[in-house]
């Protein structure tokens, strides 16, 4: 957090004006003082918030075997996938790294299978495909990694 003040302040200016008005019988002194003081006061304040993850920052970050919350493990991949296909996929959900799909398998009934695809190319999407099973096959691609239970 930063803070900045500044003050101006104009010293009071007196100005004093004398008129003499005189008539055959009279005379007549007029004395008017004007004084002006001007103060400026401008402050600025700036807040800076830092956010700290506690997730990988890439597959390669994260230990292999790889165990989640509940203590169970899974098997990493990073350059590979399982094909999701009609039959085995339980779910399709954004999570922002592989950590938190195979933490969202982990606690998903049925999920044996995880693949986290980050693609930045299509729109930054990233997506984690929660599997029931391996039966579409496994394929090598950059940019999406998977992990597979081994044990629960």
Known sequence: MTTTSE?????PTTTTM????????????????TTTT????TT?????????STSAA???DLPNPYTAPNS????????????STATNTISVSPTDDLQDCLDLCSTTAGCLFA???????????????????????????????????VTS
């Not at 003050?7 to 010293?11: D, K």
């Not at 001007?38 to 006061?41: I, K, S, Y």
Request: hydrophobic share 15%; net charge negative; charged share 5%.
């Open 7 to 11: 003050t101006t302040t104009t010293s």
């Open 18 to 33: 004398t008129t003499t008005t005189t008539s055959p019988t009279t005379t007549t002194t007029t004395t008017t003082t």
């Open 38 to 41: 001007t103060t400026t006061t």
């Open 44 to 52: 600025t304040t700036t807040t800076t918030t830092t956010t700290t």
């Open 58 to 60: 890439s597959c390669t």
């Open 72 to 83: 169970e493990q899974f098997s990493i991949d990073c350059t590979s996938y399982y094909l």
């Open 115 to 149: 693949d986290w695809v980050n693609n930045p190319s299509a729109g930054n999407f990233q997506d984690c495909y929660l599997l029931s099973s391996n039966d579409g096959g496994l394929f090598t691609y950059t940019g999406i990694s998977s992990g597979t239970l």
